[in-house]
């Protein structure tokens, strides 16, 4: 031990620490200082010193370092200055920079520019970094930090901060700070003044935390100079209002409260639309506002959210502004048509030298989704055919997947399963998604009392195997419930037993239908999980096939012979697979019990299939 030198100093040092604290335990502290050596420079931990000492001395190191780090990096921002000599330079530099994430360096670089140069490009960049990353605080104090080093804020400064407050994730700061700031640029000292695009920048920052009363006092700032209206003004409004009727919660729908509160803000929120509406069309009329197909679906959505008669005066709505007559019988009129709006008189007339031409929106997707929903809503589903081809043949609308959906909702909604099956016969391969279909299924089983509603559906089935690649349950299973439903040749035929025949030789064919596009799936997800959701809707399909294999052979629908040979052996076949799936949730829960959901249409009935012996060995095996 004595052979190395810490050891003795730590030996002597606890010796002296001892000595000194028994014989003056409260005059003399309770450590040594720290002794050096110019040959080691080890250093030792004193005896009895607190940790918090230690702790300090620790902190003090990586402090340290980060000054030296800094000092690194604002002599490698110095040394870029030297090669940036211009303010665009300066500012393809920090965008540069930014894109790779170094704000830092940008910060640097941009501060050490601004004692020689006016760099605002640059300064904006950084806000706009900040904003952009939902730092508010960081980005308002940078902008005061501009300000203080004598660089002046332009224009599109204000357009970047209220435009990333508009994206925020904290809508009540950022309504705070955009008025804030717009209320400085409207004073008479400001530089800057507040033009339509810094007036819609703050519009939709209010319209997003669903400020109504705040969106309002900033529109009442508007004139007839920089901050004239336009159709995005109108447009940021009328979409406020709309999201302002808040939805009630699905726990609160059978409150009269709720919904009478719903109403009455749906009401107020379409008067103050519709006066808005007003302004916007006096204005186009006057020819000093442009309305595009945003600011008419704006309009009409709102609408839709009311009445019956609300929602019908979308078809006015779209003949007032596009040229579309609601009438089915009426010409309609391509975009290029020289045709003023309804009320305005005889479109003839010689227009005086200088009159401001109006100018019509060309309809589009948007349009098309809502007027098919205003139609849905309405019930007046026989024109859904007439406005398609008026969007799609007259006007060249390209349908994209919710125009699609939206139409086979209408036909849902009009219980129409052959207008259904024509259409989606047309549907692109593109948007061949299995919600179309379940619709279309969904159609044929409403449009029960249509005595070609069987085969309308088996062509929907077919469609859906040969464009899918993987078979859908819930259409199969929708299918099933086609064949029960569509019982019409019941009232044709006087004979209860023909038209029991009839309903067995049409559940046969169902179940032989759908027979090889179950055993797909079957395979497919054979190995999933039991408690996914794929394997339930599977079980859910399986059972009822097992429903509807019994309904045949309780209610002698069909001959012994075709029992034993085709439906004895597929319904042991399905009924395996359940028995084996409500084992494997048993061992996952052991309280599981499945719902019998079948029972409402005819499925299980109320024979007990286990009391028949063949029926019981497919069960047990």
């Known amino acids: 031990m004595f052979t190395c030198k810490a050891c003795l100093r730590r030996a002597f040092a606890s010796i002296a620490s001892h000595t000194n604290q028994s014989l003056h335990p409260y005059k003399y502290p309770a450590t040594l200082p720290p002794l050096s050596s110019r040959r080691h420079k080890t250093t030792y931990a004193e005896a009895g010193a607190s940790a918090r000492g230690s702790r300090q001395d ?10 030296k780090v800094s000092h690194s990096r604002q002599w490698a921002a110095k040394k870029e200055l030297q090669y940036l000599n211009d303010p665009f330079l300066v500012a ?10 170094d704000f830092e360096k940008a910060a640097l670089v941009t501060r050490g520019a601004s004692k020689n140069m006016k760099v605002v490009v640059s300064w904006n960049h950084l806000i706009d970094y900040l904003l952009r990353n939902d730092r508010i605080h960081a980005a308002i104090k940078l902008y005061n930090d501009m300000k203080k080093r004598a660089q ?13 407050l508009a994206g925020s994730s904290h809508p009540k700061l950022a309504v705070s700070e955009a008025i804030r700031i717009f209320s400085l640029m409207l004073h008479s000292e400001s530089r800057v003044k507040p033009n339509t695009i810094h007036m819609n920048a703050v519009l939709q920052v209010c319209a997003k935390a669903g400020d109504i009363d705040a969106l309002f006092t900033i529109a009442e700032r508007a004139n007839d100079g920089i ?12 979409n406020a209002l709309r999201s302002s009727v808040v939805e009630p919660r699905p726990e609160a729908l059978n409150d009269v409260e709720a919904r009478t509160a719903r109403e009455q803000a749906g009401e107020q929120a379409i008067r103050r639309a519709k006066s808005l509406w007003q302004e916007v069309i006096s204005k186009w009329r006057a020819g000093s506002l442009i309305i595009d197909e945003e600011l008419v679906c704006a309009m009409g959505r709102i609408l839709l959210i009311g009445g019956y008669h609300d929602a019908d005066s979308v078809e006015t709505l779209l003949e007032q502004t596009m040229m579309i007559p609601r009438d089915k019988t009426a010409t309609v009129k391509g975009p290029s048509a020289n045709m003023s709006p309804p009320g305005q008189g005889d479109s003839r007339k010689a227009k005086a030298p200088g009159a401001p031409a109006i100018s019509y929106p060309a309809p589009g997707s948007n349009s098309l989704s809502m007027i098919l929903q205003a139609l849905e809503q309405t019930r007046k589903t026989t024109k859904a055919e007439h406005y398609w081809l008026a969007f799609t043949k007259v006007h060249g609308v390209v349908p994209d997947a919710d125009n699609w959906y939206q139409l086979l909702i209408t036909f849902l909604r009009g219980k129409n399963s052959a207008k259904t099956v024509q259409y989606l016969q047309h549907l692109p391969p593109s948007q061949t998604a299995p919600k179309n279909f379940r619709t279309a299924m969904y159609t044929c089983l409403r449009d029960n009392l249509n005595p070609s509603a069987f085969d309308h559906a088996t062509k929907v089935l077919t469609m859906m195997l040969t464009r ?43 179940l032989k239908n759908i027979e090889k596009p179950y055993l797909i799936l079957e395979k497919q997800y054979r190995n999933d999980k039991p408690n996914s959701t794929p394997k339930q809707r599977l079980i859910t399909l399986a059972r009822k096939m097992v429903a509807t294999c019994d309904r045949l052979v309780f209610g002698k629908m069909v001959p012994p012979a075709v029992v034993e040979e085709y439906i004895k052996p597929m319904r042991n076949s399905v009924n395996r697979t359940t028995v084996r799936h409500f084992e494997q949730m048993a061992e996952i829960d052991p309280n599981y019990r499945p719902l019998d959901k079948d029972s409402e249409d005819g499925g299980s009935e109320d024979k007990n299939w286990e009391d028949e012996e063949e029926f019981t060995r497919g069960s047990k095996s």
């Open 152 to 164: 002046l804020p332009n224009a599109q400064t204000f357009t970047i901060i209220f435009r990333g």
């Open 227 to 238: 901050r004239a209206p336009n159709n995005l003004t109108y447009t940021t409004i009328i």
């Open 468 to 510: 899918c690649q993987t078979p859908d349950a819930l259409t199969m299973l929708c299918y099933l419930k086609v064949a029960y439903a569509n019982r019409r040749f019941r009232e044709e035929n006087k004979d209860e037993q023909a038209a029991t025949a009839a309903l067995g030789k049409q559940l046969t064919k169902a």
């Open 92 to 101: 393809r530099f920090v965008r540069q920079t930014l894109g790779n994430g």
């Open 58 to 67: 620790e902190s003090r190191q990586p402090d340290r370092r980060s000054s």
